[in-house]
């Protein structure tokens, strides 16, 4: 079982950064893949960012790449976004997800554990 717990988001102009951050529980955070999902209202959920147990593979989001940076500590059972360059399109609520095994997907439904979302608001 884990559980997953984002914090980090809120209100920023555009152009600007933010980082969020998910903590995990358990012991085996280590043997699960992360992913960033966003949803705006009236969209589904979508894939930005996701990263495999060891690091060793990262897939971006056409629309956040170059923006958006993914990386986790498995010493703290933390997985971080950076995101920086906001655009108000990038308003969203943003939830950390776990995937067990060492490989990522875009569909949500293959991932195990979600966390309750955070709040990022950009302004124009």
Known sequence: ????????????QAGGSLRVSC????RTFS????G???????KGRELVAAITWNGDRIYYADSVKDRFTISRDNAKNTV???????????????????KSGNS???IPRYYNYWGQGTQVTVSS
Do not use: H, I, N
């Open 104 to 106: 990522y997907y875009t």
């Open 80 to 98: 971080y976004l950076q995101l920086s360059s906001l655009k108000p399109e990038d308003t969203a609520v943003y939830y950390c997800a776990a």
């Open 36 to 42: 960033w999902f966003r949803q705006a209202p009236g």
């Open 1 to 12: 079982q884990v559980q997953l717990v984002e914090s980090g988001g809120g209100l920023v």
């Open 31 to 34: 043997s699960y893949a992360m």
């Open 23 to 26: 903590a995990a529980s358990g």
